[in-house]
């Protein structure tokens, strides 16, 4: 049984951090792309970040050099490090994984139902 939980959300003033995790189990975790996505109220689900087995990432651009996404192996363990943070943020973060592949390709940035298994996400409220 897959299974993704994330956690690390919470309220934080523009200009903070936050730091998410990803626990994954139920399936070979190494072997599959993985990926952050986000999504705001009233607005589509959106890619932040993908991460293969390699050490490929591909941002979302208003968000690249801002979060650092990372990856613990032997942990099963998704990381997204969130530093100076924006009201723009503010959305439910959601951790997902690929359909059978350890790649990523840059156009799953854009499509979530690459996806197949999803966390029940975590909030982020980054306040001005």
Request: negative net charge; contains cysteine; aromatic residues 18%.
């Given at each position: 049984q897959v299974q993704l939980v994330e956690s690390g959300g919470g309220s934080v003033q523009a200009g903070g951090s936050l730091r998410l995790s990803c626990?994954?189990?139920?399936?070979?975790?190494?072997k599959y792309c993985m990926g952050w996505f986000r999504q705001a109220p009233g607005?589509?689900?959106?890619?932040?970040?993908t991460?293969?087995?390699?050490?490929?990432?591909?941002?979302?651009?208003?968000?690249?050099?801002?979060?650092?996404v990372s990856r613990d192996n032997a942990k099963n363990t998704l990381y997204l490090q969130m530093n100076r943070l924006k009201?723009?943020?503010?959305?439910?973060?959601?951790?997902?994984?690929?359909?059978?592949?350890?790649?990523c390709y840059s156009w799953y940035l854009k499509n979530p139902s690459e996806?197949?298994?999803?966390?029940q996400g975590t909030q982020v409220t980054v306040s001005s």
């Open positions: 626990a994954a189990s139920g399936y070979s975790y190494s607005k589509e689900r959106e890619g932040v970040v991460a293969d087995i390699d050490g490929g990432f591909v941002y979302l651009d208003s968000v690249n050099g801002r979060f650092t009201p723009e943020d503010t959305a439910m973060y959601y951790c997902a994984r690929a359909r059978n592949t350890p790649i996806f197949d298994y999803w966390g």
